[in-house]
């Protein structure tokens, strides 16, 4: 849902966000305590003890990190219910489940009595690689799966040093099992009754870690912590925070990106019973809003249609979709910064030549959970609640807007409702939008908690989408399916430029974002030319970023060129691949032996299609049975080969594959596109704008290949390889490639 | 107005044409029942309405009065047995990624099971059309099927 960051510009990427401002902010180590003190209460009758929090001040734990100390992870209370507190953003992808796991492993502890929760914005919380709160870019997991080993790690040895005093006897006669430190002659005792003495023991610096052969947690198939509430109405998410008096408020905003608020007349708002304040309010991108606050959602929305709002948009540019594809395709015909070169020569002289051209629209990110963050201002300090990809970043903008200091903000992270990207803009476009307004409300008078809420309608017309693109290739290959020249432009808005990866992902002009996925891992002599026009439509990372278009290029081109020799779609890649990718191969081979290909006679009017493609460091591999089903394309069943090195929770993988493959699928469907006439945006609802239904999912089994390296991303490398795989079925059946989402049979 | 919400009156003052899901968010409380998308279209919503599935975002306050509402707090709480055998089965096969819409997917796959005759089990078409109006982003519906399924045998 972020771009792949290359890790050789973290330094740069941290001190970016330092130069910015951003609030990089430690509680000082007491306040763990009262932390611990208030989750206490909130979970029940037993006190949480913070994991080493009264070494503050102490020598011992000075050379750790706010990111390694246990304090700020892992409590245990007096009943030995163990309460991990997570550092990423739990919105579907399992984190809420997989991160306690790893601690868990390495604590020791006995997974029915762990628990889990979110962070804040507090230093201890970033990415450890990368210095700033995020979820995104399938990190959660990759990046943090040393951190929480460690930190387990930390809390055992700290657990097995008290229970080594209070028996008086050397630690190494010591162990752990499931919760509890067992010692000689029979000695027992469990975690709950050691957390206190614990806590006052010295946090060591280096622990030793598992053999990932003794694992008993990480690995195994783990029902989901959240299952139970999410499956009973019981689990809060960040739309469901009530505060005492907490006002509600919605946004007029322009129906035209960056058009000027000329004349508001509000007298028939303010009529409105229960409507407290009509404010204008600055929105994203410099543009002008009025909120309408009042008790409740409804009565919000009253007020705003009773608005009577005057917009100027004659100086701005009003995008059409239609007019943009002819822009788009006149700029393909330019000459321009190129992300990769190579001789075109041999595409004169190749005796196959292919000449394609694909066309992406625009998507909406269409989280459930529409957009919406509760701020509370108290002099002094300002307190959030918003399910957020990036809290530091937040806490940031939330303290420039409210002219606070980022340590007079407190973001809480609540649960979200699906993201895929949006809940991380890189203006903090939703928490400024709520901040602005929690600001004018108080200085209305209103001293009362405000939660901003968008419809679905103002989530849908709001922009930040997954940019439309335009894609040419020429390419020429010779009767083997050799690639001799591969001639190759993308155009496309760049949604990194202007934000806080712009410094270490555009290059030469070039945003990676767009290009990631192109090429590699096939050898082939490819010249790769990018223009990123500039239009006044936001545009943002979405489900697997640039894959989300470039696997299907290049997927459904290698499977022209099969077809196009006569060669098996498989066996043509397996060539290509050669010993050199092997996590490639494997995948492949996985999903081929499970699925029966070449094998299994299909039924009548059913094709196969194989897709297989990298993203976030992990791939994946589908093969699918499709058909044509009354002039429209249908999937039928899904076989998925994975690699992700080693999978911390394999439920949860494969339901992110099965997830992220829905998502892939939605793209390809009749209906799945966001587009613009004289600069509206013309769809608003699920009516207008398609998402997969239960109808359209097909049977589907996932399959990983195993693995005890260290885990590598999941949440989006399932989405990619589906609309191409699905499309290289269709394309069998028809004779006729696909060349664009959502599919248009010719 | 006088509202029977989860087997007990709650007398509320609210304009006749709320929503009812925002009666029971806003000013009940009851914050199980989700907002998608507002015009009945995503499912996210559903409660039973005289042990009908509807969509609570489109549906006047005024139109609930004196009929027996239960939302997914009470269904799920262990006292009806369809209910818990739903509830049972999402949590067994770990339907939920996110979670927003499951509410809403329960509430249909609850009227559906109930709609059918004592003991009769739904066909995978019968699954398929019962659950169509809800949608899941996350792409949870592999499962969702099989959680249905196996709660209507659970019941049988």
């Known amino acids: 849902m972020l771009p792949n960051i290359d890790y050789s510009e973290l330094p740069r990427a941290l001190q970016h966000m330092l130069e910015r401002g951003q609030p990089v902010k430690t509680l000082p180590r007491r306040s763990f305590l009262k932390l611990a003190g208030a989750t206490g209460l909130a979970l029940g009758a037993f006190p949480h003890v913070a994991m080493g929090a009264t070494t503050a001040g102490g020598n011992p734990a000075s050379a750790l990190k706010p990111t390694q100390q246990p304090s700020a992870?892992?409590?245990?209370?007096?009943?030995?219910?163990?309460?991990?507190t997570i550092n990423r953003l739990e919105f579907g992808q399992g984190v809420h489940t997989a991160l306690p796991m790893i601690l868990a492993e390495e604590l020791d502890a006995d997974w029915t009595l762990v628990r889990s929760r979110h962070g804040t914005n507090d230093a201890a919380y970033v990415d450890p690689l990368f210095g700033i709160h995020l979820t995104g870019g399938s990190h959660s997991i990759k990046n943090s799966f040393s951190q929480y080993r460690e930190l387990g790690a930390r809390a055992r040895a700290m657990l097995l040093a008290a229970a080594a005093a209070r028996w008086m006897v050397d630690i190494a006669t010591l162990r752990t099992q499931a919760g509890t430190v067992l010692g000689p002659g029979g000695r027992k005792l469990g975690y709950g009754e050691l957390a206190e003495a614990a806590m006052a023991r010295p946090v060591p610096e280096k622990v030793t870690l598992k053999d990932p052969k003794d694992f008993r947690i990480i690995g195994?198939?783990?029902?989901?912590?959240?299952?139970?509430?999410?499956?009973?109405?019981?689990q809060d998410f960040g739309i469901d925070t009530r505060l005492p008096g907490q006002l509600t408020a919605v946004v007029a905003r322009p129906s035209v990106f960056g058009a000027r608020l000329a004349a508001v007349d509000d007298s028939a708002a303010r009529a409105v019973n229960g409507v407290k304040a009509v404010l204008r309010v600055p929105l994203d991108g410099g543009a002008e809003g009025v909120a309408v606050v009042a008790d409740g959602y409804w009565q919000a929305t009253q007020g705003r249609d009773a608005l009577k709002l005057k917009w100027d948009s004659a100086k701005v540019e009003k995008v059409d979709s239609e007019r943009q594809l002819v822009h788009y395709r006149e700029l393909a015909g330019r000459p321009g910064p190129r992300k990769f070169d190579a001789d075109m020569a041999p595409l004169a002289t190749a005796p196959r030549q292919l000449e394609a051209e694909f066309v992406f629209p625009y998507l909406a990110h269409a989280a459930m959970e529409p957009l919406n963050c509760t701020v509370a201002l108290t002099e002094g300090r300002a307190e959030l609640w918003v399910g957020s990809q990036c809290a530091g970043l937040d806490a940031g903008a939330a303290a420039r807007v409210l002219n606070l200091k980022p340590e007079q903000v407190t973001v809480n992270v609540q649960m979200a409702g699906g993201g895929f990207g949006r809940r991380f803009s890189s203006t903090s476009d939703t928490v400024v939008e709520a901040c602005e307004i929690a600001k004018a409300a108080r200085a209305a008078g209103l001293n009362a908690p405000v939660r901003t809420l968008w419809s679905r309608e103002d989530d849908m017309r709001g922009g930040f989408y997954r940019p439309m693109h335009l894609h040419r290739a020429r390419?020429?290959?010779?009767?083997?399916?050799?690639?001799?020249?591969?001639?190759?432009v993308i155009v496309g808005q760049s949604i990194t430029t202007g934000s806080v990866f712009e410094q270490f992902q555009v290059k030469n002009?070039?945003?990676?974002?767009?290009?990631e996925g192109m090429r590699d891992p096939y050898p082939l002599p490819m010249r790769l030319t990018v223009h990123h026009p500039k239009l006044n439509v936001p545009v943002l990372w979405w489900r697997s970023v640039g894959s989300t278009h470039t696997a299907f290029v290049m997927e459904t081109l290698l499977d022209e060129i099969a077809r196009a020799t006569q060669q098996d779609p498989v066996t043509y890649r397996m060539r290509l691949f050669g010993d050199k990718h092997p996590r490639h191969r494997d995948a492949l081979q996985l999903?081929?032996?499970?699925?029966?290909?070449?094998?299994?006679?299909?039924?009548?009017?059913?094709?196969?299609?194989?897709?297989?493609?990298?993203?976030?460091?992990?791939?994946?591999?589908?093969?699918?049975?499709?058909?044509?089903?009354?002039?429209?394309?249908?999937?039928?069943?899904?076989?998925?080969?994975?690699?992700?090195?080693?999978a911390v929770n394999p439920r949860t993988v494969e339901a992110q594959v099965q997830g992220a493959a829905v998502t892939g699928l939605s793209m390809c469907l009749p209906g799945s596109a966001i587009t613009l006439r004289d600069g509206v945006v013309e769809q608003s609802n699920f009516d207008g704008y398609t998402v997969a239904r239960i109808t359209d999912m097909p049977e589907f089994n996932v399959h990983i290949?195993?693995?005890?390296?260290?885990?590598?991303?999941?949440?989006?490398?399932?989405?990619?390889?589906?609309?191409?795989?699905?499309?290289?079925?269709?394309?069998?059946?028809?004779?006729?490639?696909?060349?664009?989402?959502?599919?248009?049979?010719? | 107005m006088k509202l029977i919400v989860n087997n007990r009156e709650v007398t509320i003052d609210a304009d006749p044409a709320m929503p009812l899901l925002w009666a029971l968010r806003d000013v009940i409380g009851l914050t199980g029942t989700k907002f998608g998308c507002g015009a009945a279209q995503c499912g996210a919503c559903t409660v039973h309405l005289d042990g009908e599935a509807i969509r609570s975002c489109i549906t006047p306050v005024s139109d609930a009065e004196g009929k027996k509402i239960i939302t997914i707090e009470a269904a799920t709480d262990g006292t009806d047995r369809v209910g818990a055998a739903v509830h049972a089965a999402w949590v067994k096969h770990d339907v939920a990624q996110c979670g927003y819409c499951q509410s809403g997917q329960i509430m249909s796959a609850i009227a559906l099971i109930k709609s059918l005759p004592a003991g009769q089990q739904p066909t995978p078409d019968n699954i398929d059309a019962a659950m169509a109006g809800n949608i899941c982003r996350c792409g949870t519906y592999v499962r969702i099927r099989a959680a249905v399924a196996d709660a209507a045998r659970t019941l049988a």
Not at chain 1, 477 to 488: P, S, T, Y
């Open chain 1, 509 to 515: 002009g070039i945003d990676g974002t767009a290009t």
């Open chain 1, 475 to 488: 390419i020429g290959f010779d009767e083997r399916g050799n690639v001799l020249a591969w001639d190759h």
């Open chain 1, 73 to 84: 992870f892992v409590q245990i209370a007096g009943n030995g219910e163990v309460t991990v």
């Open chain 1, 705 to 746: 290949v195993p693995s005890v390296e260290p885990p590598t991303g999941i949440g989006e490398p399932g989405l990619p390889p589906l609309a191409p795989a699905f499309g290289n079925a269709i394309a069998r059946l028809t004779g006729k490639p696909l060349r664009q989402l959502p599919f248009k049979l010719a």
């Open chain 1, 220 to 234: 195994c198939p783990t029902p989901r912590l959240d299952a139970r509430a999410k499956s009973s109405g019981r």
């Open chain 1, 591 to 646: 999903a081929v032996d499970r699925s029966g290909y070449g094998k299994t006679h299909l039924a009548a009017g059913r094709a196969w299609g194989v897709a297989v493609h990298e993203s976030f460091d992990s791939v994946v591999a589908y093969v699918v049975e499709a058909s044509v089903k009354d002039g429209r394309p249908a999937l039928h069943r899904v076989t998925a080969g994975v690699h992700c090195n080693l």
